[in-house]
């Protein structure tokens, strides 16, 4: 068993509002994670997607009656979007008699629609918290090409070889292709959106071109949209926004795509081994999206982050912004013995960044100069946590 690192705060939010939802992909360990913390409490366990839990619910407020001053969990809770008004009437009943805390916890597959419902319902009633795959603090720092490869999911990551763990990739990636997707919006054909990730998986890293992307599917670009919304909306890619800035500089305004994990990433395009891996064109967006994956999953819930990139060629792969003052300018290199771009230098003359890093491949961290420091993926990722 993996100790995840948010156990602890999700415990915290526990004990601080009234219901929690923890949001993430399919098997990404949401259920393992809540019946850990289901042990440690006086909890009921309801799987939705469990015709007969389902039904012990068909009328929520009495069940909440029957088992008050339990923690209830409530899995993959999309399934019953409408049961969220009445959660809000049971949290005020609470709340008129002094019980405050630790009612809830709502685990979810889909981040949008999840929010949204729970938002208008719950309204400062809810503490949201994300779970994604494992990350590189939470493995022995040997296997991190084993984890860069394999992917963060823990049946892939845990799998006794590679072979074993591509064949499990697959069956997921086939499994929200045929069963999970078609519940969340219009009917598309499986084959059509598994090119359409695929060919994400090939530009990883890239810009966004909705055209091209359209045009390679022969849909419209508005349909293509549409795909990528879906699986943004799912958890599995991410869009990083271009950051802006009023210096008067042409600057790209198209957000980068990313399949979020980068084992399904290596499924998709066919990449079994560590080997095959190091040898293939994707691989430098392939290290790069895995570093954002570490980091996003490791700074702190206010911060942001984007990219910078100018029609004259300055770039920096990623920009973090505490929201305490000051930017943070991120280099990313797969190499142990990082070589900095003019492009990186002269981005960062035009936003003077308060820190400068480079995150490398290597174990090691050490100045560079120019005030820009070299950090492993874990030291980095140690820093960006006391944001």
């Not at 949204?116 to 022995?140: F, H, M, N, T, W």
Request: hydrophobic fraction near 40%; aromatic fraction near 6%; proline fraction near 4%.
């Amino acid at each position: 068993m993996i100790e995840r690192s948010i156990s602890s705060e999700l415990e915290r939010l526990l004990n601080r509002a009234p219901a929690v939802v923890l949001t993430g992909p399919r098997q990404v360990g949401k259920t393992t994670l809540a019946r850990q913390i289901a042990r440690k409490r006086s909890a009921v366990y309801l799987d939705l997607e469990n015709p007969r839990d389902l039904a012990r619910i068909e009328d929520v407020q009495q069940f909440c009656e029957l088992n008050e001053g339990k923690l209830i969990v409530f899995d993959e809770v999309q399934r019953a979007p409408g049961m969220f008004a009445t959660l809000r009437v049971i949290i005020d009943s609470y709340r008129q008699r002094g019980l405050r805390t630790g009612h809830f916890l709502l685990l979810g597959s889909a981040s949008i629609d999840l929010l949204r419902q729970s938002g208008e319902s719950l309204a400062g009633r809810v503490s949201y918290l994300e779970l994604g795959p494992l990350s590189a603090r939470e493995i022995d720092e040997e296997k991190t090409l084993k984890l860069w490869n394999r992917g963060g999911f823990p049946e892939s990551f845990l799998a006794p070889d590679d072979n074993e763990s591509a064949r499990w990739r697959e069956d997921f990636i086939r499994t929200y292709l045929e069963r999970d997707i078609p519940q969340f919006g219009p009917r598309i054909p499986a084959e059509t959106l598994r090119r359409f990730w695929t060919m994400l998986a090939h530009r990883q890293g890239g810009l966004l071109n909705a055209s091209e992307l359209a045009r390679g599917l022969d849909v419209a670009s508005v349909t293509a949209g549409r795909y990528l919304d879906l699986l943004v909306d799912l958890l599995l890619v991410r869009r990083l926004k271009p950051w802006t800035s009023n210096q008067g500089k042409r600057l790209v305004k198209t957000p980068r795509i990313y399949v979020r994990d980068s084992g399904v990433a290596h499924a998709l395009l066919g990449i079994t081994t560590v080997n095959d891996l190091l040898g293939h064109p994707a691989a430098g967006g392939s290290w790069e999206g895995y570093v954002i994956e570490n980091l996003a999953g490791a700074m702190p819930k206010l911060g942001s982050m984007g990219f910078y990139r100018s029609k004259g060629g300055a770039e920096i792969d990623l920009i973090i912004d505490s929201g305490k003052g000051g930017l943070w300018a991120i280099e990313i290199k797969r190499g142990s013995v990082p070589k900095l771009s003019k492009g990186f230098h002269a981005a960062c003359e035009d936003l003077k960044p308060s820190r400068r890093f480079v995150v490398h491949g290597g174990s090691e961290s050490f100045p560079v100069g120019k005030g820009i420091e070299a950090l492993s993926l874990r030291d980095m990722m140690e820093t960006v946590s006391k944001l």
